[in-house]
Structure formats: C-alpha cells, structure tokens
C-alpha cells in the first residue's frame, strides 16, 4: 500500500512538473476547461479517420454537422449546419438548406460545396468512419452522383437503396460526417491524400472551438471560436491531458487542477461519491465490452468453445466491484433504451460447465492462447478475472496490455477484449458490427466491422434480420424484429462474447456547469460554465 501511495505521488508529481507554472500552483482558471483522460489510442483529429471516444468528443467541439442530438433527446434530431430539411415521398432523397453566414476557422465562408466535399471526402477516403454513408450503399463511384450541391446553401442526398430514415439522419448527426473546409484541406493536400496528413494534428473546422496544439499522447488544447455562429463559448480554452493513471487523475482533481477525469478506477469513483465533492456522470454507452475469438484459429473457432468462454465469466462478482460503475450486465446485443431490449441473462460463471464444453469440443487437456487488450481500467481487471476462471477450466491466457487495436483491425490477435461503442443511437448500429460480414475475406471494405475484425462467417439468417428491421419503417415491427434478433444472438454461441453494456463514467468538478456526457460520444464545451 505504502509502495503503491509513493508511485501515485510521484506520478502526480511529474504530472505537475509538466504543468504550466500557474498550473501547477493553482485551481484551475474560471475561463478554461482542464479534461484529464487517456489519449493512448488517440492517433489523430481528422474527422474522417478519428474513431475513439476522446477523439470523437474533440470533434464534436472542432467541426460541425448538418444535425445532431441533444444527450436527453436521441430519437429527434436538432438542425446544426442545416436549417431544415425534407425527404422526399419515396424516403430515397433527402434535400438540406444550409445555414447562411457560417465561416470556418480559416475565415472561409462555409457553403454547400463544402458539404458536399466533405462527405464525398469521408467515402472515398474508405477509414473505419467511412461506415457511416458506406452501409447505406455510397461508395467512390457513386457517391458525387448522389451526394451534390445544387446551390450555395442546398445540398441533395440520394439514398441507393431504401433505409429508414431515423438511421440516415443519425448517420449525418455522428462525428464522421463533420463538415470539412475544402479549401483549406485542398491546399494543404499531399499526393492526393485530400489534407489528410495536414489533418492529423490540425483543424479545418466551423465549431465552437479551434484547435491550438496538438501533441499525441501528451496534450491538446483548443481555443474559443469568438465568432462562432451558435454565440461564443464561456471558455477562453480547453486542454485535454494525458493521464492513463487513475491515481494521478484522482490527485489532480482533488487538488483542483483538472475539471473533469474520465478514467478513473471504480475504488477512486467510489470514494468521490461517498465524499460527495465531485458529481459523477454514469452515460449510458451504445455499446458493450466484449471477448472477441479469432475463428481464423482452429480451436476458437468451436463453437462449444465460444459457448465455454461465456460460462468463465464471474457477472455478478465483477458487477458489484469492477464493473459497478462502468457497466450494466447484459448478455444480449441491444443496450437499454433501445428497441428491442431483452433483459434475459442465462449464463452465470461456471467452471464446470465450461470443462464440459470443452470436453465435448475434443480439448478436455485445454489449451493456451495470448488475450490482447488495452491499458486502463476496467480492462485490466475484469481480464485478470477471466484469466483466473480461465485457468480453473484449463485454459492458459497469457494477457497482453498495450495498444493492440492495429493488431485486432488486422484480424492478427487470438483473443482481444475491449469495449465497443457506436455513435448512431439505433440497434442497428449495433447489429451492423457484431451481426453483419458480408464479406469475410481479408481487406474487405466494411472492415471497420467487429464480427469482420473477428473473421466471424455470421449466420444468414442473422444477417437477412438485421438489413429487414434497417429497412423497416414502421417502429413497433422494428422492435419485434429487434427482440427476435436479441434471442438469436443469444442461441447462437457467437464469435462476439458480450457482458456487460458499457456506461461511460466521468468524475467532474463542483465549479462546473454545463459538462454533460452523451451516449454518442459528442459532448460539447461552448456551454460550459464554471463558478
């Protein structure tokens, strides 16, 4: 214990010593925003590539889009860049006004060639955020015939196929579909690459915010936009620091010297809200944590050994410790809220039930396997967890931590555990990752698909489900399909094990109002207040 609280000071410590001096030697200032949080996996602030939850959280504040959802409201979404639209009779084209007299950050006037770039932009370029325009069936040869701008402040969508049109209008409202500005990004483009490397550490946006400084794994600071359309922000400034470590964010809070700490440990939580000096924000997330089981391996690709990881995990021991704050149990695939919702949740740890799987899976002497997963908490825990009932049935996980989401994208790990989460508040987004692969073979263009990720050759059935309930327009036929594609997952022993539905957990300061957590990731900073 002792040895633990003397590395937690001494990170603190070298925490400050980073600091600006005045930093360091106070609470923070009335006029700016300090976010403590993990940029690990933080590669980047293009819009178009970015897919983690902080980076799509600096999005929200650095672009726009032609709509969005207020965190309290996800079933109607509010204009943004658009003013109005309407869809047409057939629900194929979907036609925008585009607000007057909005300007980027570089002075440009924001017009609806700017849109259409930019979501032209999005599709072409074909990185994990392209999903949100290329599963409604626009790729790079006909997403300039559907997606144009008849005027200055008109832009015109046409949809390939017939989807229901909540799910286009949520696709529009996630950080993907961010509003570039195309002069900007054109001039600063290298071989083609449409300002992509310009990008990575710059901005090109119309937001509340700008950005200042960007530096991985270290800091981002962002500036008020003054002349922001929607009014300027109470906050001169935003920095969002890196800080993996729950101690050190817990000491830096403590002190004042960060407004709000995303990552903190459920010991740390816990003792916040038992003092009653921080508010502690519970967001539910549209997504879950997951154990993903390479089939490309011949043994994890058995299906009673899928069934048997199911049965190796404590639910209700990891409920009321680890997971207690940043997790609700749910063995099924649609989150609560949604439609479709099944509370049903049949398994339960039990070693020997596994053993017997496995068993009758021709592995009754187990075998050894390498678990890959990120840094930070809950991970850490709940895989040691696992890793213990794990043993008990025979099975050895060597645990790997570190950054191996570039190792899972390539369909390279045998096992990985992480948490998923979808910025379209609908089942399908859901479904589309965990119950759709089209196509399973290597460099597939919706690789951005946990179950393509997983190499998992989903049942048709399944599959056929989830594009009927996408097409469907009438919500309570939605819903039955949703429950019956809830079963089917459930029966299924997929290659996907979930178990507990993510909830994104922030610690924030009694001096901020204002700072409020959305499902979707996009939590805005332009209404933040501090006292």
Wanted: charged residues 25%; glycine residues 6%.
């Amino acid at each position: 214990m002792l040895r633990r609280q003397f590395l937690a000071s001494v990170a603190a410590a070298a925490v400050a010593a980073a600091l600006p001096l005045d930093a360091a030697m106070a609470a923070t200032p009335k006029d700016q925003l300090v976010i403590a949080t993990n940029m690990t996996t933080m590669r980047g602030v293009d819009p178009h590539e970015a897919n983690q939850i902080e980076s799509i959280e600096i999005l929200a504040n650095l672009y726009d889009r032609l709509v969005y959802f207020e965190p309290d409201n996800l079933a109607e979404p509010k204009p943004q860049l658009a003013t109005e639209w309407q869809v047409s009779a057939d629900g194929l084209t979907f036609t925008f006004k585009i607000r007057d007299g909005v300007k980027f950050h570089s002075g440009n006037p924001l017009t609806a060639k700017d849109v259409e770039w930019s979501l032209h932009r999005l599709v072409k370029l074909g990185l994990s955020p392209a999903i949100d325009l290329r599963q409604w069936g626009f790729n790079d040869e006909n997403v300039e015939k559907l997606i144009r701008a008849t005027d200055a402040q008109t832009v015109v969508i046409e949809t390939p196929e017939l989807w229901n049109q909540s799910l286009i209008l949520a696709s529009l409202a996630s950080s993907g579909c961010s509003i570039v500005d195309r002069e900007l990004a054109l001039s600063k483009e290298q071989d083609g690459d449409m300002g992509r490397n310009f990008m990575q550490a710059s901005d090109a946006g119309s937001g509340p915010f700008s950005l200042r400084n960007f530096r991985p794994n270290d800091v981002l600071m962002a500036d008020a936009n003054p002349d922001y359309w929607n009014g300027a922000p109470a906050m001169r400034r935003v920095i969002m620091r890196h800080m993996p470590e729950s101690s050190v964010q817990r000491l830096q809070l403590e002190a004042g010297d960060v407004d709000v700490a995303t990552r903190l440990s459920s010991t740390d939580l816990a003792g916040f809200e038992s003092a009653g000096n921080i508010d502690i924000q519970k967001v539910p997330g549209f997504g879950f944590y997951y154990i993903a089981l390479n089939q490309k391996d011949d043994i994890l690709s058995r299906p009673q050994v899928r069934e048997a990881f199911r049965y190796l995990i404590d639910y209700e021991g990891l409920a009321s410790t680890v997971m207690r704050y940043y997790g609700v149990m749910r063995q099924t695939i649609i989150p609560t809220g949604l439609p479709g919702v099944v509370d049903e949740a049949p398994y339960k740890l039990d070693v020997e039930k596994a053993k017997a799987l496995l068993a009758e899976a021709g592995l009754a002497d187990g075998f050894a396997k390498t678990c890959y997963l990120p840094s930070g908490t809950p991970y850490f825990e709940f895989a040691q967890s696992l890793q213990a009932n794990a043993a008990k049935a025979g099975i050895k996980l060597d645990l790997q931590v570190g950054d191996y989401l570039g190792k899972f994208r390539e369909r390279a790990t045998d096992i990985y555990f992480a948490r998923s989460g979808e910025r379209l508040p609908d089942p399908h987004s859901i479904l589309q990752s965990y119950a759709t692969n089209s196509d399973n073979s290597d460099g597939a263009p919706l690789s951005g698909l946990l179950a393509w990720r997983s190499a998992w050759d989903v049942p048709k059935p399944l599959q056929e489900k989830v594009t009927l309930a996408a097409r469907e327009t009438d919500p309570a036929r939605r819903a039955e399909i949703y429950t019956a594609l809830n079963e089917e997952y459930l029966s299924c022993s997929p290659a996907l094990v979930t178990s507990f539905e993510r909830i994104d957990v922030k610690a924030v300061g009694k001096r901020v109002s204002g700072y409020t957590g959305h499902p979707a990731w996009v939590t805005r900073w332009d209404k933040v207040t501090k006292a």
